[in-house]
């Protein structure tokens, strides 16, 4: 393999563990809160998104901005849900490390 395609191989690895990472870290930080019922929880969510971001949780409707994500979570999901699982993100963060092992052996 040469090293230009090792190189940009390796980025995109980079990359989509980072994606997976913060997908992983999402879903650990609304999990943790609900289970605690604790604000706090939120300002550790909206430091994984840009001050623009905007979401689109289907059925509950778009927000977007810090301020309208928070409300969200505060006014709707806490006092709504009792808990969330997102089991799913921890078997798709093995799944990329088993491929990036395999692609290099």
């Known amino acids: 393999m040469e090293q230009k395609e090792f190189l940009s191989r390796m980025t995109r690895v980079e990359d989509q563990l980072k994606i997976q990472s913060l997908a992983s ?59 969330f699982r997102h089991y799913v993100r921890t078997s798709t963060l093995i799944s990329v490390v088993q491929r990036l092992y395999q692609s290099f052996t």
């Open 25 to 83: 870290q999402y879903c650990w930080i609304v999990d943790a809160g609900l289970d605690e019922k604790d604000e706090s929880y939120i300002n550790k969510l909206l430091g994984l998104f840009s001050d623009d971001a905007e979401v689109d949780y289907s059925q509950f409707g778009k927000y977007k901005g810090h301020e309208k994500i928070y409300y969200f979570f505060k006014d709707f999901v806490y006092t709504n849900f009792d808990s």
